[in-house]
């Protein structure tokens, strides 16, 4: 099994009176499985994880790296490998409380299992039926197929 996704929190200045305008905010950060397409299709070994940033503020708070206000970031979540999950995860754990903690919040049984011939076959299918001159000569030059 691995994680498709998982929260870690921080609430340690948490204060429910005080926790959308007042100072003392809860965080969390999810990682959402990134390269499950990959992973299935044997292409990759290791699971990578999409890391967003959340608040229980109000304020504006850029969820791909965790700044308040107007960051100037380019909008792209960071990757984390499961290795980096894990380690967040133990961190929130070591202390677990009503303040620190993790779960992971679903996970998915990854068994690589491509049909590479079928995969083949529907290609070729593809390209045998395309009109369009352009797109068979881009997949050409792609696979560094001699063109003249």
Known sequence: MVIKKAKVCDYKDFDASRC???????FWTT??????????????????????????ADFDYCEYCGSWGSCG????PEIATEKQLFAAMREADKNASDQTWSEALEEV???PSADWTKIRRRCEDVLRKCGDNRTIFNVARMLNVKTE
């Open 20 to 26: 959308n305008n007042g100072g003392c905010y809860g």
């Open 109 to 111: 049984d990854i068994t």
């Open 31 to 56: 990682y959402t499985l990134s390269n499950e397409t990959e992973l299935r299709l044997g292409l990759e070994t290791e699971p990578r994880y999409a890391v967003l940033y959340h608040t229980t």
């Open 73 to 76: 970031c380019d909008k792209t």
